[in-house]
């Protein structure tokens, strides 16, 4: 029996880790509906046990994004992990979490993933701060879904108001003519995903001196550097780790505007190395680590033992 799991569950689909795998993590890139996120978890859960060939293992952690306020029974979800791989003590969280783990293990500082959604997660020596992680409806500010929507209504705008739009040519190759995205919208034709999947446009567009798409790429960077910058004052770190495709480097204005915006406010900013994932791996295999008590005493922890 493998000794741990690790599982991060985001907006785009699900990856998998198993202790001592030398093969890349399972991936399943097809993202969870909000609308019945749990059975849809539920789903990806049992897409990745079996494209890893039905394992078994100790011990398994999930971060799992929007935990704290989507409408999903943790328990449910522990029961089917334990179901399918028969892990004795399954540990589900916040992708906040495994995400701090993965880069700084038991040690303080802040970080700040920013992907599909955002988040931001800081500890300090005497306290804890979550920033954003709230969804797209509410937050995730600079998020790769942040900067789609940003470019599809500003790229319209261009259009209206000087006749043109290289950013707007460019999405409706993805999505078609753009008189027919409100009719779109209204009916929730674009997923969370599909939306966020136009910030690697903005990207390229961005790095090739578009000043619609730089515009955007550098808010997005700005944006999230404020929110690593107030979660690091309210628990007194100054060490940043960031991570996601937005800040990676394919998106160098946006990374270059987070880094610049971080170090203006006196605090260093190092690339996270392991992914979220990963974290989600370390603490599985460490269930006796003192981050652990501190999970179960921040109430951000479902622990399943049968």
Not at 25 to 49: C, D, V, Y
Not at 51 to 80: F, H, Q, R, T
Request: proline share 4%; charged share 20%; net charge negative.
């Amino acid at each position: 029996m493998t000794p741990a799991l690790g599982l991060d569950l985001g907006a785009s689909g699900i990856r998998a880790y198993l202790s001592g795998a030398i093969d890349s993590p399972a991936q399943i890139t097809r993202g969870a509906k909000e609308s019945s996120r749990e059975q849809e978890t539920i789903n990806l859960i049992e897409q990745a046990f079996q494209e890893m060939g039905k394992p078994s293992a100790e011990a398994a952690c999930l971060g799992m994004s929007g935990y704290a306020y989507l409408d999903v029974e943790p328990s449910n979800i522990a029961d089917k992990i334990h179901e399918l791989f028969e892990a004795k003590t399954v540990v589900i969280t916040s992708d906040m979490v495994t995400s701090h783990f993965a880069h700084f293990g038991q040690d303080v500082g802040t970080v700040v993933v920013v992907g599909t959604g955002t988040l931001c997660f800081s500890i300090g020596p005497d306290s804890h701060r979550p920033i954003d992680g709230l969804g797209a409806g509410l937050g995730d500010y600079g998020s790769g879904y942040w900067i789609g929507h940003q470019a599809m209504r500003e790229s319209v705008r261009e259009k209206e108001l000087t006749g043109s739009s290289e950013v707007l040519k460019l999405i409706e190759a993805e999505f078609g003519p753009s008189d027919r995205w409100p009719m779109k919208f209204a009916s929730h034709q674009f997923s969370t995903f599909q939306i966020a999947q136009l910030s690697k446009i903005c990207a390229q567009l961005a790095a090739s001196g578009d000043p619609l798409a730089i515009k955007i790429a550098t808010e997005a960077g700005r944006l999230a550097a404020e929110s690593a910058i107030a979660a690091s004052k309210s628990t007194g770190v100054s060490d940043v780790a960031f991570g996601g495709g937005v800040l990676g480097e394919e998106n160098p204005v946006a990374r270059a505007s987070f880094e610049e915006t971080i170090a203006a406010a006196g605090l260093t900013s190092t690339a996270m190395i392991n992914a979220p994932g990963q974290g989600a791996l370390a603490i599985a295999e460490n269930l006796d680590l003192a981050r652990v008590s501190f999970l179960r005493d921040s109430a951000l922890i479902f622990e399943s033992t049968k």
